[in-house]
C-alpha cells in the first residue's frame, strides 16, 4: 500500500478542524464569556460600592469549598488530622486544575481556566440537547436561563458545577444521539466528579430501553452504561489506599460535615424548623429552592421526556435526603432540565419570560454580592 503524506494529512486535519469550528455556536460562546466578564466587574463594583472593599480577584472568588480544590490539586490527598476531611471533595476537578496550571503556573487561574472550558461546553451542549426537542428561540432561551440562574455564578469559579453539568449534559447528549461510548467515558468522568453522576446510570438506561421499543434491536453498545460507575470505583480506591477504608468519605461527612442519609420529609421539616433562627440565606432561601426543586420535579413529569424528569427527581431526593440540608441553592443548578421548562413557559408567554428574567437577574446580583464580601453565599 502506499503510504500516505503528510501533505494529504494536512489538509484532512484542517478539514477536521474547520468543521468542528463551523459547528460550535459561536453567539452561545460569547453570552457565557460575555456573562464572566460582567460578573466579575459587578463583584468589583458591588465590593466598592457597598463595603468599600477593593480586593484582588484570587481574594474576592476563592472561598468556602474552593480553596479545598486547590489544596487537593497542589498537594493531593493526605490522611491527618488538619487536611483528612479533603477525602470528600472528588478528584477529577483537582486533577484537571492540576494539569491546567502546569500551564498557567497559577492554581487559582488553572480553576477559572478548567471552569471557562467546562461552563462554555455545558453551554453548547445543553443548546444542542434542546435543539433535539424545541425551537432554536426555545433552546437559546434555556441557555440564557442557565447563566442567569441566582446561582450560576458557581459556573464561572473553582467549584465542580460547571464540569460536572459539562459532563453530564454530554452524558444525556450521548445518549439521544447514540453514541454510546461516549455515555460511558462522560458518564464515568461524572461520577470521578460528584457522588450523584452514579444518577446518569437510570436517565441513560431509560434512552435506551425508548430506542430499543423504536427500533426493536439490541445495540451491543448499551453495555457502556455499565462502565459509568467505574469513575466512582475509581473514587472508592482513593478513599482505601488513603484510610484504609472503602467508604472513609461517609465517616468524614458524618464528623466535620454534620450529615447522613435521612429520609426528605425529615429533613425538609427540621430545615422548616430552623427558619425562625437562621438568617435568610442559609433559612429562607434554602427552603424556597427545596419548593423550587420539588415543583420543577412535578412538572417535569408532565411537560420532559422521561429520562429528564427521572434526573431531576433522583438529584432532589439526594440533595433533601440527609440530616443536614444545606446549599440546595447551588445543588438546584444540576436540575438542568428545568431550564428548558423555564425556556418553554418563557417563549409561549412574555409575562414568564419577564418574571423569571427579573427574578434570577435581582438574585444572581444579591448572592454574587455576598458571596464575594465573604458571608456564606451557598
Known sequence: MTPISNETEQPARRSWWKRLLQSVDWSTVALVLAMKVLLLLFALQSLAALWNEHLPPQEMWNRWDAPHYLNIAEHGYRNTE???FLLVFFPLYPWLIRLAAAITRNYFAA??????FASVA???LLQRLARMDWSPAVARQAVWFFFIFPTSYFLHIGYTESLFLALSIGCFLAARTGHWTWVGVLGAGACLTRINGL????PAAIEAWQQYRATRRINLRWHSIAAMPCGFAVYLWLNYRITG???????IQKENFFKELMWPWVSILDLWSRIPEENAMTGVQEFAYVVLGLACTVWS???LRTSYAVWITLNWLLITSTSFVLSVPRYTLV???MFFLFARAGASRQLWFAMISVWSLL????????YVQGPWAF
Do not use: D, K, Y
Not at 477504608?245 to 465517616?251: E, G, I, P, S, V
Open 245 to 251: 477504608n472503602w467508604l472513609a468519605f461517609l465517616q
Open 82 to 84: 488538619e487536611h483528612g
Open 363 to 370: 438574585f444572581l446580583a444579591l448572592f454574587v454580592s455576598r
Open 199 to 202: 444518577l446518569l446510570v437510570l
Open 335 to 337: 436540575l438542568f432540565p
Open 122 to 124: 455545558a453551554g453548547l
Open 111 to 116: 480553576a477559572i481556566l478548567v471552569s471557562t
Open 301 to 303: 413529569w408532565f411537560r
